[in-house]
């Protein structure tokens, strides 16, 4: 223990007290007054001027002085990544908190969590409870914050340990965010230093609708570790129209992977080649074997409806419906209508005539694989003596996925010659020997089918019974034999009764291969659309029903227009996790927010279903959020609602961890950030403290102030001044002097 003297009053003090001691001198060489008296003056003018300095009694003792050591943690989401036993932060941290006491004993630790932003720890309490951010590492930003914290509360750390993997966000400041801190940084990589071997398609863009036979455009990323030197084989595959087809190549392509981790990027084209859903997959195989794999579907919609109309006769039905169809721009029509029969006789010779022949093979034959509806009304195949082959290609093309309507009247069905023919094999009913096969009269038809999409026409199952049974009366209709077994009879006459008994079927619908047929046994639907034109209830019931069974029967009115965004194959394990939905109008526009209500539910891992609310983002496109997801797998239920109708729905799948794969170390960015500052990079795996504590400067002994006594800043002191100068002023006044 030493003992000193301080003066703290400082250079102020001492130029103060100076100033004072020289008048003071002055004053005594001028004065003349006696010893006894000037002896008092001094004395008070010299308590004055110690007050003034400030002087301190030091008492000194011996102190061991720790270097001070900054450490820094990444607390950035990629130290989540799970690794056998726990997280790289956590391991990270538990590897400081069981060296406490070496580190305590060797230097004085200041700690920092560094992700987006660069944050303070409060000290060892505090790290044991960090955890990783949800944002990356930002090592400019983290850093520079680190360097103004330090020069706010000027503490100067001998060197730093930096405990990272490496996983940092892209950062060309990095070396001036570094040479900031203006000490060694040694480094010590958290995680595993290799990567596994394998790839995982990231991002998938694809078309939400494609036109029939126009082309799908694919576009895939694809993260490549472990697979520097090899070739990867991409292959786009479209499973076949029957299920037991399998996977058809649609397309292929073949990159050369150059780096240990690499994101490489894919296009495909495949051709839309059947109506509705068609379900692809993209595949990547290293070395023969499959390294990811990912499926999506794509809904096929027709660019126009190509419709051909053939018509046995000139009718109100011909020219009311063929009017209705050309008014649509969607409808691509092309008609003929039987003028002239076999059996009329001509005057002229057949040349002269104005009329064209029937062109029979070009209708049945040649042209019937380009359009998606065939509509056959009222038309005797046995008044021109067809072959039958031209009928067997008629049911081919509903087999292959055409569409077909046949419209009845006089010359129709049996009448028309096509009992027993491949046209009967395909109707919904039975056709009947009976004489006479078309019965005129007028009726009404009554619905059969109430939640079929061409009975019920509007938004209320009430509403549309109300329609039909306000529309104005139809006017003949054709008898049968029997309802196929798999039809579906939408409306029957209120009183006939087939060949077997059951209501006579005046609208039947039946799926053939992937086709489908509707009947209509009478001709006289077109007096819905004059006769019903004043009634409110009914004014739109024609539109809408031969709207909707051009839609049903091309298969249009079962695509969704509810659609999730593909998935990729690895979700970011970071919350909130966001997915995309999109929901299109009857023209597969994106639908209006004023008419779409959306729903969603999300079903747990555990079973447990509660409705998400989605957001909207864009024209009919919107967004789903989801927080506190628990690991495993997840379900997203989309249903929409159009018009308070029944619109579509979608449904997804995904699995979610809380940490992704672990990835490994980038081992560049670490021994960059250690040469550039003069530190050194260790691997955490088996690294003792005593390796990186010895770096430090030693632990000094110093000598420490161990108390200061301050005389001149006690009330004593003042006192005793007052005295002085109060006991100089009483003396001059009881020797008289002034």
Known sequence: MSMGLEFEGGAAGAAAALALAAGLVWHCRRARAGKALLALRVLAVSAVACSLLRPAVTVSGQRLAKPPLLVLLDAGHAMAARKDAGGRLEAARDWLLRRR????????????????????????????????????????????????????????????????????????????????LRLP???????????????????LRTPDFAFLHGRVAVAVDLEASALAGQALELTLSKRGPQAASGWEVADRRRIEVRSDLETVAATFTATAQSLGTERYRVEARAAGVQVAAREFRVEVIRQKYRIMYLSGRPSAEYANLREFLKSDPNHELVSFVILRNPENP?????????????????????????????????????????????????????????????????????????QGTPLEDVLPVTLSDRSPD???????????????????????????RAAWEALPELDGYARFASVRPGASVLAVHPEARTGAGQAMPLFAVREYGRGKVMLVSTDS???????????????????????????????????????????????????????????????????????????????????????????LIGPGSYSVELTGLAPGWHRLRALARLRGKPWGEDEVRFAWAKAPPAAPMDLRWLRHAAQATGGSFTELSGLEARALLDKLPPVARQSEVTSRRRPTASLWWLAAALALLLSEWAWRRWRGQP
């Open 525 to 615: 639907t077109w007096r819905w659309r004059l006769g019903a034109a004043l009634d409110w209830r009914t004014a739109d019931f024609y539109g809408r029903f031969w709207t909707r069974a051009v839609e049903y029967l091309t298969g249009s009115l079962e695509l969704s227009k509810v659609k999730f965004a593909p998935l990729p194959d690895r979700l970011p394990a970071r919350e909130p996790a966001v997915f995309s939905i999109r929901v299109f109008d009857e023209n597969f526009q994106p639908a209006a927010e004023d008419a779409t209500a959306l729903s969603v539910l999300w079903t747990a891992p555990g079973g447990q279903a509660r409705e998400v609310s989605p957001r």
């Open 438 to 464: 078309f019965v005129p009269g007028l009726f009404r038809a009554k619905p059969a089918a109430p939640e079929h999409p061409l009975v019920r026409l509007y938004d209320t199952a009430e509403r549309s």
């Open 101 to 180: 006491q070496a580190i305590d004993e060797r230097c004085a630790p200041r700690f920092f969590a560094l992700s987006d932003r660069g944050r303070g720890l409060s000290g060892w309490e505090e790290l044991s409870s960090l955890t990783a951010s949800s944002a990356g590492l930002h090592p400019s930003a983290s850093l520079r914050d680190v360097a103004d914290d330090l020069a706010a509360r000027r503490e100067r750390p001998q060197r730093a340990w930096l405990l990272s993997d490496g996983n940092a966000e892209p950062d060309p400041d990095l070396d001036a965010a570094l040479a900031e």
């Open 346 to 418: 001509s005057l002229v010779p057949e040349d002269e005539l104005s009329l064209i022949p029937f062109p029979a093979s070009e209708i049945f034959v040649d042209t019937l694989p380009q359009f998606d509806l065939f509509i056959l009304e009222n038309f005797s195949y046995a008044r021109f003596h067809l072959p039958t082959a031209y009928l067997a290609s008629l049911k081919s093309f509903v087999a292959a996925g055409g569409a077909l309507l046949v419209i009845g009247g006089e010359n129709a069905f049996a009448l028309g010659g096509y």
């Open 185 to 203: 940084v040694d480094v010590v990589g958290v995680g595993p230093s290799r990567r596994e071997r394998g790839a995982a398609i990231v991002d």
